[in-house]
């Protein structure tokens, strides 16, 4: 049988792999668009502090990793899926077939309609190619605004600040890290950033880049005009899926998947930031784009693609920030739902915060800052949807009590996990 796998980011090497294990003699196609080996997104920010080296983004470090598993890899774009025909275009001309189909091929950044926005020194900070760009510019001194302060512009950030550069954050939100943060949350962790001597404008937009001066002449909404050497453009992502337009799958904010990561096409799967799954805690459709996640449903959908059977239970979501030093987390439907109860504690001199919501007696989601210990605590009592009984009325009394809570319902979290 042959396996093609379109992305070679973690949930595609994943996948190639755990395919190789179950099915030692098929054929496994593995197709990257960019010219460097699988890497990981995600140490790019430390590959710009300086911690590691372009080698250190690699998700494998044999360089014979893939060859000595007989996996074949390519270096191109798809182009064009035909389901009927079990058949990959790819940008070079070549057609590829296949038995079964592996959509993996992430996010990418969103570019925002601004005039200017292709200007040089305008830069998005998702490729190595894009941490190249920048190291070149973002030296000590470096005249730097970030627009975007999400969980990706938010590592970007710490990123930047340990080079030494002046820096200046703007986000349209009226927080910080707003898709994962409540406002009191979001509102401590600007003031922390701006206590770190960073610049940050909330409820703002960037209206216009242009060249000027000595660098690049950044308009913003609130009226200031800002000189900078350089702009890093961190305002989202969206599920990298317009070769997939003419497919017939069906998709809607990304490929709509089954509980085994299978698509409208019996022989295709996907994984990763593409897919559209089951959200955990509320049932409906969810692109949950956290690499975790990814992981996940790449082991599922490769076990199933290779004869096996596995289902995942639903995509939860799962938020761990570290920004300069100051942690925050939140899980599952942490803004809440109607009807349903919270409580909110708050110490603002040592920049902590929790909050939990709760469904009837059942936990659903939190919001932390500075208070790490009971991270897995708020994830376990989440994720088990256990009955809390007498310990809602204790954790709405006091929800720093979180541990005693979950260690109180380990029974149930064992029989759970069993």
């Known amino acids: 049988m042959k396996h093609v796998i379109l992305g070679n980011g973690p949930a595609g090497v994943l996948a190639a792999e755990q395919i190789r294990r179950l099915k030692p003699n098929d054929s496994i196609v593995l197709i990257g668009s960019e010219d460097s080996p699988p890497y990981s997104r995600m140490a790019i920010p430390y590959l710009l502090v300086g911690n590691i080296s372009e080698e250190g983004t690699f998700l494998r470090k044999d360089a014979n990793h893939f060859s000595n598993l007989k996996i074949e890899q390519k270096k191109a774009h798809a182009t064009r899926v035909e389901p009927g025909s079990r058949r990959v275009t790819l940008d070079s001309g070549e057609i590829i077939s296949y038995d079964r189909l592996?959509?993996?091929t992430g996010s990418k950044p969103i570019r925002p309609n601004i005039p200017g926005i292709d200007l040089p020194g305008v830069h998005p900070c998702w490729?190595?190619?894009d941490a190249r760009a920048i190291q070149k510019i973002a030296k000590p001194g470096a005249r730097v605004l970030q627009m975007g302060a999400g969980f990706i512009g938010c590592i970007i950030l710490e990123a930047l600040a340990s080079q030494g550069v002046k820096l200046t954050v703007v986000e349209m939100g009226d927080r910080m890290v707003p898709r994962m943060m409540t406002e009191k949350a979001g509102g401590l962790i600007k003031q922390w950033v701006e206590q770190k001597g960073i610049t940050v404008y909330t409820k703002t937009k960037v209206e216009a880049i242009q060249q000027g001066g000595s660098g690049l002449q950044v308009s913003l909404s609130n009226g200031e005009r800002i000189e900078?050497?350089?702009v890093i453009s961190a305002t989202g992502v969206k599920p990298n899926i317009e070769f997939l337009k003419d497919s017939k799958l069906s998709i809607h904010t990304g490929i709509t998947v089954d509980d085994c990561m299978q698509t409208s096409d019996p022989n295709i799967y996907a994984a990763g930031?593409?897919?559209e799954s089951t959200d955990f805690c509320t049932g409906k459709p969810i692109v949950?784009?956290?690499?975790p996640n990814a992981a996940d449903q790449a082991m599922i959908a490769a076990t199933n693609m290779a004869g096996g059977h596995a289902q995942t239970r639903g995509a939860l979501q799962v938020n761990v920030l570290d920004t300069l030093g100051l942690i925050s987390s939140s899980f599952g439907q942490w803004a809440g739902v109607e009807?349903?109860?919270?409580v909110e504690h708050t110490n603002p001199d040592q920049y902590q915060y929790i909050r939990l919501e709760f469904d009837r007696d059942r936990l659903i989601g939190a919001t932390s800052l500075g208070l790490t210990d009971h991270i897995g605590a708020l994830r376990g009592l989440i994720q088990t949807r256990v009955a809390l009984g007498e310990w809602k009325d204790k954790l709405l009394e006091d929800p720093t009590q979180i541990m005693a809570a979950y260690l109180a319902k380990g029974?149930?979290?064992a029989a759970w996990i069993a």
């Open 102 to 104: 592996l959509i993996a």
């Open 127 to 129: 490729t190595l190619e």
């Open 411 to 413: 029974q149930s979290q």
């Open 339 to 342: 009807g349903g109860q919270y």
């Open 228 to 230: 900078v050497d350089l």
């Open 288 to 291: 949950n784009a956290i690499q």
């Open 273 to 275: 930031d593409v897919t």
